[in-house]
């Protein structure tokens, strides 16, 4: 399927799975115990239900290509993992129970709507901490960074993120990534197996069976690994970010953050919904090669995000007072001014300092990232910008989006 990497657990113990994900069951748990190696306790058995939902939907609604099949198998072998040093990490360190999280800074906007941008802005804060990618994948007391270099998980998230880069680089192309820097929140929230993450992988039984479950037992889950991560700055503000995922569950996040600050983005849906379609796009072709029909994923997608919307009114109407709204033409248009508005909001120190990094970043960023470099059509996708508009037209009313 893909060359022998047998010492990083990626692929060169892949030979004893049986071509049925759902006959793989076991076998992908060892896998994760070898990638781990931190023990073989998974922490009970509640994820074993969306797991095995999700196996069903890899081998029966879809047809994988080989890098496909390698990827589903190595991302699922990551969550394992990860729910292993995670259980790990907490019986080590039961204290971690009494970290109280307060007041987390919480990017909870739409996909594609200036999120990922924002984040990196304001990771640039030293008064933030957040969920850097390596971490994400073994959660642990966070340590020094000093000492990252020679910490064998950190290398080991290094050399498979570099694996991964070489054998997969379209899906790279399209979502920049570092181990070292802080990524989104998806990558904890996924290991109850109830998260809108495996969705990517297209319309199957597994998104059916996910709109209809609670995600609060993941948020739980999430928060704890939270307080374990930031137990030894447990006083260090959190800044979290996960465009999409937080909007489908903004009642669980304030469920177990009720002091949450959060920052909702939103953008014309004629544009960000195709912008959404022609990323999952180019994945999902990835996974599925020709199989797959850019012309039948734009109605799923616009109802999707429908329902997220829907989803999380009445969390808006609850928690208003705690709920900053950004529109991405004016973050685009000033950015600087929104990161202003953002600390002014929330009563954060915007240090002159932390501004002058965010305007050499701003200066710094490559042509290739700034507007106009993503070409895309809704009709690409099945879909035309006016009938967008009148499905999201309260939306745009709203937030005079156009």
């Not at 904890?188 to 037992?217: H, I, P």
């Not at 002091?259 to 180019?282: E, Q, W, Y």
């Not at 507007?371 to 009938?387: I, K, M, P, R, V």
């Amino acid at each position: 399927m893909v060359p022998n990497t047998q010492s990083l657990g990626v692929d060169g113990q892949l030979d004893g799975l049986s071509d049925n994900f759902s006959q793989s069951f076991d076998r992908l748990h060892e896998l994760a115990i070898d990638r781990a190696h931190v023990g073989s306790d998974f922490g009970g058995t509640e994820y074993h239900t969306g797991l095995r939902i999700l196996l069903d939907a890899l081998d029966e609604d879809f047809q994988l290509t080989a890098i496909g099949k390698w990827f589903a198998v190595d991302t699922i072998i990551s969550v394992l993992a990860a729910r292993l040093s995670t259980e790990t990490g907490w019986k080590n360190n039961p204290q971690y129970k009494d970290v109280r999280i307060a007041k987390p800074l919480v990017i909870a906007g739409l996909p594609r709507t200036g999120t990922t941008a924002l984040h990196k802005l304001l990771a640039l804060d030293p008064q933030f901490q957040g969920l850097d990618l390596w971490i994400s994948q073994f959660p642990a007391v966070r340590p020094p960074k000093t000492t990252w270099e020679t910490n064998k998980h950190f290398r080991q998230a290094a050399e498979i993120l570099a694996f991964r880069k070489r054998h997969m680089p379209q899906f790279y192309a399209t979502h920049e990534t570092s181990i070292d820097t802080p990524d989104e929140c998806i990558e904890v929230l996924r290991q109850s197996f109830v998260s809108n993450a495996y969705t990517t992988f297209g319309n199957s039984r597994y998104q059916s069976w996910w709109w209809r479950q609670d995600e609060l037992t993941s948020y739980r889950r999430y928060a704890d690994v939270l307080r374990l991560i930031g137990m030894e700055q447990p006083n260090k503000t959190w800044l979290l970010k996960s465009p999409g995922q937080h909007v489908w569950a903004l009642d669980c996040l304030f469920a177990v953050f009720p002091n949450a600050c959060v920052v909702m983005t939103h953008r014309d849906p004629g544009k960000f919904i195709p912008s959404v379609c022609s990323l999952s796009t180019s994945r999902q072709r990835l996974f599925q090669g020709d199989s797959f029909l850019p012309g039948s994923k734009g109605v799923p997608e616009a109802l999707k995000w429908r329902q997220a919307l829907d989803h999380s009114t009445q969390a808006r109407k609850t928690n208003a007072a705690q709920i900053l709204d950004i529109r991405h033409k004016d973050f685009v248009r000033d950015q600087i001014a929104t990161i202003r508005s953002i600390y002014d909001k929330f009563d954060l120190r915007f240090d002159p300092q932390v501004e002058t990094t965010m305007r050499e970043w701003l200066k710094n960023q490559p042509a290739e990232h700034k507007a106009g470099s993503h070409q895309y059509t809704a009709e690409e996708y099945g879909l035309n910008e006016e009938h967008l508009r009148e499905l999201f037209s309260d939306y745009i009313k709203q937030f005079d989006l156009v």
